[in-house]
């Protein structure tokens, strides 16, 4: 490789790596108490148990719903949730109006067999960390300046990349030259453990920035495929009476063979039309379970009105937030997940002190070059 288009990457490197330091930092150190949430919740009891019903029957959709409309009155259901990793438990979100704000909805915790209320969810100090993870209590805004920031990462690991092979060429792979100054022992260790986990930083990263458009990616949808399946009933004012909630299910279900339900949307929410419930379905493997499949449903009757698949870039992004946060294989890949979140901090915080010991390097260097060149008084 030619020594100016080295100089070219080296630039774009540093750079693209030191504008999202801090903001790197920052995600890891958060991502890494989100990848054990769901365990940290447990220790600090933030996270509800199911009761012991051995073989009791399940209560009804409509029972659920009953329970947590009674614990939060005068406000109404958005979403009923049922978590295929938890099947002992149905999570009821309620909020002040149909399309009321999410920060404003209150996740309530029941019991799938007796319907009775087992604690808020969505509480305690990971919803801290989770907020500081995703948009840093800023909004949609916070969201796509993380995933600007998540764009430069991708261009700083890239760059490195192409830059590994210049800056090691006559080097073994994984030498460290420990009898060489401290700079250059940070170097090698730098290169190291950056070739090492370079894949994963990068598909961390990228699924990072596609979970940022999240929102953008749901109202392309609802503008285009969503508009186009409530199109026959375009006008028609939302439902003065909603249908039952358990011949919703059923007929969600009987329109999707082979798939369970992963959660319904109420009339009026985000995720559907004034007039519609919308039950997103789901397969039954670790891949299909992540990708939904909307039936739409009329409000007041219950018959399904419409099915279609998800477009590529919905089901996309239903794929990049478990992978995101290493939700695929259980505790064994989580701790994978963990370990490599760490070596990505040292890779960030050994290039910020290159940097800044190249930096002090060069200070006396510099000052050196202007005294030779400076007029000797007489």
């Not at 060489?180 to 990263?205: E, F, K, Q």
């Amino acid at each position: 490789m030619k020594a100016r288009t080295v100089r070219v990457w080296s630039v774009v490197h540093t750079w693209t790596s030191l504008i999202s330091t801090v903001f790197l930092l920052l995600l890891c150190l958060t991502g890494l108490p989100l990848i054990f949430h769901h365990e940290i919740d447990e220790l600090l009891g933030y996270a509800p148990r199911p009761e012991a019903h051995a073989g009791a029957a399940r209560a009804t959709t409509q029972e659920v719903a009953d329970a947590a409309l009674a614990a939060d009155p005068g406000r109404v259901l958005q979403y009923i949730s049922w978590d295929k990793d938890e099947p002992g438990i149905v999570f009821a979100f309620t909020n002040s109006a149909p399309d009321g704000p999410p920060d404003n909805a209150t996740v309530r915790a029941v019991d799938a067999v007796s319907a009775r209320l087992l604690g808020p969810v969505g509480v305690g100090p990971m919803l801290i960390v989770l907020k500081l993870h995703t948009d840093m209590f800023a909004g949609q805004a916070g969201k796509l300046f993380l995933g600007a920031m998540g764009l430069m990462f991708a261009v700083a690991i890239i760059s490195g990349v192409v830059l590994y092979r210049p800056f090691t060429r006559r080097l073994r792979f994984a030498t460290i030259r420990a009898s060489a100054a401290r700079r250059v022992v940070w170097l090698d260790w730098h290169n190291l453990i950056g070739v090492v986990t370079v894949v994963w930083a990068l598909v961390v990263g990228l699924t990072g920035v596609i979970n940022t458009w999240a929102e953008l990616m749901l109202d392309q949808w609802k503008a285009t495929e969503l508009a186009s399946m409530v199109g026959p009933y375009a006008g028609k004012p939302p439902p003065l009476r909603l249908a039952s909630l358990d011949g919703v299910v059923a007929r969600a279900r009987a329109a999707a063979p082979g798939m369970d339900i992963a959660f319904i949307a109420f009339p009026g929410t985000p995720f559907t039309s004034s007039h519609h419930f919308a039950a997103f379905m789901r397969g039954d493997t670790a891949l299909t379970a992540r990708l939904l499949k909307p039936v739409l449903l009329d409000g007041e009757t219950g018959e399904v009105a419409d099915s279609r698949a998800l477009p590529a870039y919905l089901q996309a992004l239903l794929i990049s937030q478990p992978l995101h946060f290493g939700d695929y294989g259980g505790m064994p890949l989580k701790v994978i997940w963990a370990a490599l979140d760490v070596l990505t901090m040292i890779v960030i915080g050994s290039g910020l002190y290159l940097w800044l010991a190249r930096r002090r390097k060069r200070g006396p260097a510099r000052a050196d070059a202007f005294a030779k060149r400076a007029p000797v008084p007489s």
